[in-house]
């Protein structure tokens, strides 16, 4: 039942569209600072290969996980290695112990039912000392407080049925996600988000304000190290 929901909610070829969107910019940044050369990346959910298409040091082995089929052909069209695969919190991902230097998830455990298993996977498959860059939504960003404080929901589903699912079954917030990266073995070495909202359609916003106080940005972002 999961996988047909949810690949029902990700076969639309005009689903996602990453061109403008700040949580990718900050991302690239987190990753480009650092100027990762030689080295083996995967994108889990990496889409049609935005992201690791704008990673600026091109000496790099790229690969992904993606689910739609539409997706997996216009990243592979980009150079990306791509695995087709469903995550459903039993099956391991489909690569060597050990064999990545850094594993990009953005916008993923939101969706996975088992976060525990995912995150295992995750350091499994990263070298002793890889890094990990993941993002999801901050149930406690500002516009949702505001929500919440006035009665109405704060973007939370109630079923993947209803229209305009995304498909979330977690919810975090900095100190929650944080918690369980260090769970599973991850030291945190940045924390960011993208922007501030304040309308519900996205269009007031402030990503000054977010530097400032990212527990009210929109999107909880870390950048973290594997160890032993």
């Given at each position: ?15 996602l ?27 889990i959910?990496c ?15 790229f ?114 996600l ?51």
């Amino acid at each position: 039942m999961k996988k047909n929901i949810y690949e029902n909610l990700y076969s639309a070829q005009d689903s996602l569209d990453l061109s403008h969107c700040q949580r990718l910019a900050i991302m690239l940044d987190m990753v480009n600072c650092r100027d990762f050369a030689n080295r083996k990346i995967l994108d889990i959910g990496c889409h049609d290969g935005a992201f690791l298409s704008r990673i600026k040091n091109r000496n790099n082995e790229f690969y992904g996980i993606e689910a739609a089929d539409f997706a997996v052909d216009k990243a592979r069209e980009k150079g990306i290695k791509v695995e087709k695969f469903f995550f459903d919190d039993t099956s391991a991902l489909p690569f060597a112990d050990g064999f990545f230097d850094l594993i990009v998830a953005g916008e993923i455990i939101e969706h996975i039912y088992d976060t525990d298993f995912f995150l295992s996977e995750i350091k499994r498959l990263l070298k002793i000392d890889g890094y990990l860059l993941i993002s999801t939504p901050n149930i406690a960003s500002l516009g949702r407080r505001l929500m919440l404080l006035l009665g109405f929901n704060p973007i939370i589903e109630v079923s993947p049925n209803e229209k305009g699912s995304c498909g979330h079954i977690r919810y975090f917030t900095f100190k929650t996600l944080r918690g369980i990266l260090e769970k599973h073995g991850f030291i945190l070495i940045a924390g960011r988000s993208d922007v501030v909202n304040f309308s519900g359609g996205g269009r007031l916003k402030s990503s000054f304000l977010a530097d400032i106080f990212p527990a009210l940005g929109q999107s909880v972002i870390y950048f973290c190290q594997r160890k032993a």
